[in-house]
């Protein structure tokens, strides 16, 4: 098990630096993974909001080796845009769960991500 801490998109990413910094290198951070909603939480179906990526591109270039994940409006059309900005776990519903198949678009999404590692 891993904590984790999420940010809302009215929230300034530099909120979670406090908790993601680390002093004393030997020891766990407070939070291994860091998620950035891409759409205000509440309701699936929403859509993504591309001026989240900013924070995730802070993110990454601060903390190189964090799980950085994304959630809100995933798809197919998105990905590319949030692995590119350098999430690598992604939370996909609507775009999955809505799909003719799914397993094709989980493996799509995946293949995005690794594609950027």
């Given amino acids: 098990m891993r904590a984790g801490v999420a940010i809302k998109p009215k929230t300034d990413v530099s909120v979670l630096y406090d908790l993601l910094d680390n002093s004393n290198k030997d020891e766990v951070p407070d939070a291994q993974m860091a998620l950035v909603m891409t759409v205000e939480p509440g309701f699936g179906g929403q859509k993504f909001m591309p001026d989240m990526m900013p924070k ?56 995005a991500v690794e594609k950027q590692r």
């Fill in 56 to 111: 995730v591109e802070a993110l990454r270039k601060r903390y190189p080796n964090l799980n950085i994940e994304v959630d809100g409006g995933l798809s197919e059309k998105t990905i590319d845009t949030a692995a590119n900005a350098g999430a690598n776990v992604i939370v996909a519903g609507s775009a999955v769960f809505g799909a003719q198949d799914p397993a094709d678009v989980i493996a799509k999404l995946r293949e």
